[in-house]
């Protein structure tokens, strides 16, 4: 179904500083998690991903934390830079349902103060 | 990684018409998809492009509104039939493998508006 029409949260971060964006997700059964990052005018790019049986993953600048229990999902960007600027959105999917579609999250609009 | 190329990027269109969106993938991929956004919204997916057969859509979007192709593993259409302003939004293609834990690669999106 439709998200429901609402504006995006925002985080307002100085340059240089880490950025935490936080995901919750709802179906239990969602065994892999990517987060994708949007500019404006562009497609979601993809940024990182972790497997449910991981509960981190780290890549270059970022580093992506699962907490199954809660079903809760982070990002975490470190040095902030103003190319950071962007929607990002998390997204899950689950194979069991045999269709390996994602559902996303409705994102977190990042600002990056210079 | 694949590379999607849509078009067209952008469209302003009269009510009632149809525009049809063209999705073209640089390697042969198994799984595509059609997703909406509306302004300052998360992705909604319409439907999976299933290569040979019907495509397969989601609760609220139908066959009749929005028909969807897929000749072959690399390319994909959607029509936007019988526009009306509400359907002003982001169309988006998108492509994955088979592999469970592969991430899905996105065209630059369509923006369309209906006048």
């Known amino acids: 179904g439709e998200s429901v029409g609402l504006h995006l949260p925002t985080l307002s971060v100085q340059e240089g500083d880490n950025s935490i964006i936080n995901c919750a997700y709802s179906?239990?059964?969602?065994?892999?998690f990517i987060w994708y990052k949007q500019e404006s005018g562009k497609g979601p790019q993809f940024i990182i991903d972790?497997?449910?049986?991981?509960d981190k993953r780290q890549g270059q600048r970022v580093t992506v934390l699962l907490n199954k229990t809660v079903k809760h999902l982070s990002l975490q960007i470190a040095a902030t830079q103003p190319g950071d600027s962007a929607v990002y959105f998390c997204?899950?999917?689950?194979?069991?349902?045999?269709?390996?579609?994602?559902?996303f999250g409705k994102g977190t609009k990042l600002s990056v103060i210079p | 990684s694949a590379v999607i190329s849509q078009k067209p990027s952008r469209d302003i269109c009269q009510r009632g018409t149809s525009l049809t969106i063209q999705c073209q993938v640089d390697?042969?991929?198994?799984?595509m998809f059609w997703y909406r956004q509306q302004p300052g919204q998360s992705l909604t997916l319409i439907a999976t492009?299933?290569?040979?057969?019907?495509?397969?859509?989601e609760s609220g979007f139908v066959i009749d509104k929005f028909p969807i192709s897929r000749p072959n593993l690399t390319f994909s259409t959607l029509t936007v039939s019988n526009m009306s302003p509400e359907d002003s939004s982001i169309y988006l293609c998108?492509?994955?493998?088979?592999?469970?834990?592969?991430?899905?690669?996105f065209g630059q999106g369509t923006r369309l508006t209906v006048v």
């Open positions: 997204a899950e999917s689950s194979v069991w349902a045999g269709s390996y579609q994602l559902t």
């Open positions: 390697s042969q991929v198994t799984m």
């Open positions: 972790i497997r449910s049986n991981m």
């Open positions: 998108s492509a994955r493998g088979t592999g469970q834990f592969t991430e899905a690669f």
């Open positions: 179906n239990s059964a969602s065994d892999y």
């Open positions: 492009a299933n290569q040979g057969s019907e495509a397969t859509y």
